[in-house]
């Protein structure tokens, strides 16, 4: 099993950047598919970047703005989002599946962290 927890949210105005840090434990990230979905209140929770040996994948609202990338010797992933808007205000979650596949779909990621709140103000 792998322990994930997220870090690096926070409040910040359009146009701004944060980077989202996904810290874990128990098992190396380099064993797993990441992801990072995000929920707003009252949505259901989406894809928005996954990472693994064979490539990254980025959901359509951030490609170009978002990049997730991974740090082996720390064992974390990272969300870098720049030129933030208010439409990416949501809960950011780090997710790990061991199969390379549906990598856009949640409900196949077996391990979750608790989330971190992004809020962008216009």
């Known amino acids: 099993q792998v322990q994930l927890v997220e870090s690096g949210g926070g409040l910040v105005q359009a146009g701004g950047s944060l980077r989202l840090s996904c810290a874990a434990s128990g098992r190396t990230v380099s064993d797993y598919a990441m992801g990072w979905f995000r929920q707003a209140g009252g949505k259901e929770r989406e894809f928005v970047a996954a990472i693994s040996w064979s490539g990254n994948m980025y959901a359509d609202p951030v490609k170009g703005r978002f990049t997730i990338s991974t740090d082996n010797a720390k064992n974390t992933v990272y969300l870098q989002m720049n030129n933030l808007k208010p439409a990416d205000t949501a809960v950011y979650y780090c997710?790990?599946?061991?199969?390379?596949?549906?990598?856009?779909?949640?409900?196949?990621?077996?391990?979750w962290g608790q989330g971190t709140q992004v809020t962008v103000s216009s």
């Open positions: 997710a790990a599946k061991g199969e390379l596949t549906r990598m856009i779909i949640a409900r196949t990621y077996a391990y």
